[in-house]
């Protein structure tokens, strides 16, 4: 396993990097105040990351973006646009920004960068972050935060010592529906928790499938060398890994819990104060080492807190239609279990809450009588804007969310071996009855591609 870098060694190595990243220097990035504006730029701003870098720069200036693919696409992964020059449609919101393929050069270029939003898919997420932060930006992370469990554990200690804003894209957190009902799991609500289950309808993209033969050409907008980035290297084939269908393979993305479980398992872990788990299993099909599995239950065994009935807590992940057992919730007639959501159940009640929907209190086959609780919005992307500008905290900065993707990236770990029961520690961040495993924390980056307190 790669050495623990501080932010001091990473800065040193970083200078003999080479080619593969751009000379670091000191932290660059202005004394900003709540009268200012922050001077920000995308690294990957199609699907997603036009939603990100949008929702981020109200009322503040984007001055370079940042994409593998220059016919890259508009918000919601709709056609792209037709413009002469590429990124036609970053191009047309922000025609003054400097606009790059390669988000290293990006970076060194960037000296009047205060601040970067990461929407890539999963495997670039901790490189550009880490690179990032080293240069004194602030980083708006989409989730997971990152790929392995060792990446997770240096970007939450290297974010520390940079002292930048950090937010990850778990925006719910921030949403009404989640707030509300850790409110009511703290405040007692259902008295204390016996056991909590979370899911999803994910994958809505292929799964479980082979490496595929042959190789095609990729469209001369795309550049996919950088697209790989520390990825092993393979043969592009159109519409096989992008965009979106990379979440389905085990060298890119983190699968359906990867995808959902940083949104779905979020108010289980922080409504309960969990900290790591020291069990993990996985009753899913094997995975065939290219992709994840078409579905997986994945359990874990949580040390109890004062909000827990017992001494231990068990959490339980099911995506690929899977579900818990609909009686667990005591529903009233008519009513079901949602496609994605999450269920505890209580001493005194249970509570159920949807994705994205507000919470509800069940028993006995009733709906519970309960003064839930009123609370005011609250906008994930300018909580980390103002935050930049010295006014106010992130609620998922990088100490909290890289404790949470370690969580779910355990449970992905697990799925490569299924039915061996995991004894995780977390402090030498190693499986202690299993060293197979334990070569599923950390990954090697393709040649040429080191990442200074990463590699």
Known sequence: MPKRTTRRTFIRHAAVAGAALPVIAPPLARAASPNSKLNLAGIGVGGKGWGDINSTATQQNVVAFCDVDKGAMSRGGGKPRKAKGGYPVAAEQW?????????????????????????????????????????????????????????????????????????????HHSGLGYRMLVQIIRDGGIGKVREAHAWSNRPIWPQG?????????????????????????????????????????????????????????????WSLNLTAPRLIWSESPTPNNQSYPKWSTIRYEFPGTPLTKDSTIPVTWYDGGRKPDAALAELPKGLSLPSNGSLFIGEKANLLCPHGGAPRLYAKGVAVKYDYPKLDKNNHYMQWTMACLGEGKTSSPFSYAGRLTEMVLLGNIAMRLPQAKLQWNSADLRFTNAPEANQYITKEYRKGWDIPGLT
């Open 95 to 171: 025609p003054k920004a400097r606009r790059y393929q390669d988000w290293r050069k990006l970076l060194d270029e960037g000296r009047d960068i205060d601040a970067v939003t990461v929407s890539t898919p999963d495997h670039m997420h901790a490189p550009i972050s880490m690179t990032a932060m080293s240069l004194g930006k602030h980083v708006y992370c989409q989730k997971p935060l990152t790929h392995t469990v060792y990446e997770a554990r240096q970007m939450q200690t290297l974010a520390a010592e940079s002292k930048v804003v950090t937010q990850m894209g778990n925006q």
């Open 209 to 269: 499938m082979g490496r595929p033969d042959g190789m095609g050409t990729p469209p001369d907008t795309f550049d996919w060398d950088r697209w790989l980035g520390v990825a092993p290297e393979r043969p592009y084939k159109r519409g096989v890994y992008c965009p979106f269908v990379w979440r389905g393979w085990l060298d890119f993305g983190t699968g359906a819990q990867g995808d959902m479980a940083c949104h779905i398992m979020d108010p289980v872990f």
